[in-house]
């Protein structure tokens, strides 16, 4: 059973920045890619990034420059880096892998 959980949202400044963590059991990150996606309030969830588990990367337009993804295969648990954040970048942050979702983390930047 895939189970998904991230942590490391927060509570930030404009132009601050945090890393997100989604630490995943029940496959490994050799195996599965990992996505990110976020919902703001009313607003539908949107795809933010994801990490092939060969290391290919991709990302959002809007967040592209700013967040970085990685994986650590060791800890089986892939990262979210996010710089530079705008309050519109404020939303529950999920990861997915396998068509298996977190429970999500809460980031709120504040202008």
């Known amino acids: 059973q895939v189970q998904l959980v991230e942590s490391g949202g927060g509570l930030v400044q404009a132009g601050g920045s945090l890393t997100l963590s989604c630490a995943v059991s029940?496959?490994?990150?050799?195996?599965?890619?990992v996505d990110w996606y976020r919902q703001a309030p009313g607003k539908q969830r949107e795809f933010v990034a994801f990490i092939t588990s060969s290391g290919n990367k991709d990302y959002a337009y809007f967040v592209k420059g700013r967040f970085t993804v990685s994986a650590d295969k060791v800890k089986n648990t892939a990262y979210l880096r996010m710089n530079g954040l705008k309050p519109e970048d404020t939303g529950v942050y999920y990861c997915?892998?396998?068509?298996?979702w977190g429970q999500g983390t809460q980031v709120t930047v504040a202008s």
């Open positions: 029940g496959i490994s990150l050799s195996s599965t890619a």
């Open positions: 997915n892998a396998r068509n298996c």
